[in-house]
């Protein structure tokens, strides 16, 4: 198992300029995540799924939007990339039980400088 | 709204100096906590779950405990390995089941 795998590793944009991060598992977890991470600031959901076809906004959406057409694969789109969005952002995905205690695993992160 | 405060934001000991670092959290009923560890540049990895108060689970040098209101994970004689930033977070249990991060403390042991 690769886990949950992202791509760019990192990534410089200009202001403006739009792109999308990549982020897949292999795990066949219904739920996955988005992060961000600033300095001392720990984890920020942005968005996150339920599974295929189902998403919702986390506490940062502004700027960002998702799709999850897959079980496996879930982009994170900025749009208009601004400096407000430097930072290392992290993929995740758990496995809901009912019981509860879904463990996250994260992927390696991306991490991108708006300039 | 879920809570969730880490302290201290830093901490640095000597090797072999134990040491707890603290996570207190305010939930509507809690489903579960979690500890994970992050190293520099990588993404947080899992060390431990916690569902009750009085539970307590260890994993080599680390323990971590749970009472209704914080969970304390304990690091006994640390290695200078063990440096890197612990993370908790909560899962309340209505809602969403979305976990709630606190900011992390950064960890760093000395030879």
């Known amino acids: 198992n690769a886990g949950v795998t992202q791509t760019p590793k990192f990534r410089i944009l200009k202001i403006g300029q739009s792109m999308t991060l990549q982020c897949a598992q292999d795990?066949?977890?219904?739920?996955m995540y988005w992060y961000r991470q600033d300095p001392g600031m720990g984890l920020k959901l942005i968005y996150y799924?339920?599974?295929?076809?189902?998403?919702d906004k986390g506490e940062v959406p502004n700027g960002y939007n998702v799709s999850r057409s897959t079980t496996e694969d879930f982009p994170l789109r900025l749009e208009l990339a601004a400096p407000s969005q430097t930072s290392v952002y992290f993929c995740a995905s758990s496995y809901a039980l009912a019981g509860g205690g879904e463990t996250q695993y994260f992927g390696p992160g991306t991490r991108l400088l708006v300039l | 709204e879920d809570q969730v405060t880490q302290s201290p934001e830093a901490l640095r000991l000597q090797e072999g100096e134990s040491s707890s670092l603290n996570c207190s959290y305010t939930v509507s009923g809690l489903r579960g906590l979690f500890w994970y560890r992050q190293d520099p540049g990588k993404g947080p990895e899992f060390l431990f779950t916690?569902?009750?108060a009085g539970e307590e689970k260890e994993k080599e040098r680390l323990k971590a405990t749970l009472t209704k209101k914080e969970s304390f994970l304990h690091i006994t004689a640390p290695k200078p390995e063990d440096s890197a930033t612990y993370l908790c977070?909560?899962?309340?249990?209505?809602?969403?089941?979305?976990?709630?991060f606190g900011r992390g403390t950064s960890l760093i042991v000395h030879p």
């Open positions: 799924s339920v599974g295929a076809g189902i998403t």
């Open positions: 795990m066949n977890h219904n739920y």
């Open positions: 977070a909560v899962q309340a249990s209505g809602g969403s089941y979305i976990p709630t």
């Open positions: 916690l569902y009750s």
